[in-house]
């Protein structure tokens, strides 16, 4: 089974990617099942329910999230109705939503996506490590192809999750920080692995927002709003193989697809 990732789609710009190459890459690459991270995806924080289902409908099978998933209010009942939108797993029981799910192909192969977050640098939510071994098990009673979206800033949390899980799921993808890693790999239980799957949106810019935004930020320490950037756009993410009777992965690729590129 071939797995794609899309790395966090950033305001229109990503839109446009996923709405100009994804559908090229699902062919070109033989995917079986997508999962994209969309916390970033309306006007760089949030989602709303259109823009989700406007993803949804590109061919993302399930759409992962992260801290930013509250940004915009509208969506909040939404995660109660859309089986196919996750946020982390770790968040109280009462948040709205649900942390994991299990998806079954036409072919009758099921697949299993939880999602979580971080805490270094980040909220003080549950553990998701002592979560991550919670969920897992219990997703395990319907299948052993497990990709985990780990949404986080630390990168020594990212691989000490990474490590956690070795063996017990077939991938442990980053995201949050935007920028694509190289350090993709599989790791000696079967479980694949990288830092940061990387961004779907705007590189001519910081992370996504416009450059002249995000320096005076810095600069003055004042909240101006982030303004999403437009130029030099790529689709990042990874491709997973794995092997649909154990749920060991045997390869993880990263790819970068600029749009002036895609013929």
Wanted: glycine residues 10%.
């Amino acid at each position: 089974m071939r797995i794609l990732f899309v790395g966090d789609i950033v305001g229109k710009a990503g839109r446009k990617a996923i709405h100009e190459v994804l559908a090229k890459v699902i062919v070109d690459q033989r995917i079986d099942f997508t999962i994209a991270n969309g916390e970033n995806a309306a006007g760089g924080m949030g989602v709303t329910p259109p823009i989700a289902i406007e993803i949804l409908d590109e061919g993302v099978d399930v759409l992962t999230s992260g801290n930013h998933i509250w940004a915009k209010r509208e969506i909040i009942p939404f995660l109660d109705e859309e089986s196919r939108i996750l946020r982390p797993a770790n968040y109280p029981a009462q948040v709205p939503g649900r942390g994991k799910g299990v998806f079954q192909l036409s072919n009758g192969q099921k697949v299993g996506v939880l999602n979580l977050e971080g805490r270094v640098f980040m909220k003080h939510l549950d553990c998701p490590f002592r979560s991550a071994e919670k969920e897992v098990e219990i997703l395990k009673k319907q299948t052993d192809i497990i990709v985990v979206d780990f949404h986080a800033e630390a990168t020594s949390e990212k691989v000490a999750m990474g490590w956690f899980l070795n063996g017990k799921v077939s991938a442990v993808l980053g995201t949050h920080t935007h920028v694509q890693t190289c350090d993709e790999k599989v790791l000696d239980e079967g479980t694949a692995y990288i830092t940061d799957v990387g961004m779907t949106g705007p590189l001519d810019s910081v992370i996504g927002i416009r450059k002249e935004v995000a320096i005076e930020r810095l600069l003055t320490q004042i909240p101006w709003k982030f303004d999403v950037a437009t130029g030099d756009i790529e689709l990042q993410g990874v491709v997973v193989e794995v092997d649909q009777k154990t749920g060991r992965s045997g390869n993880i690729k990263r790819f970068r697809i600029p749009l002036n590129e895609r013929s």
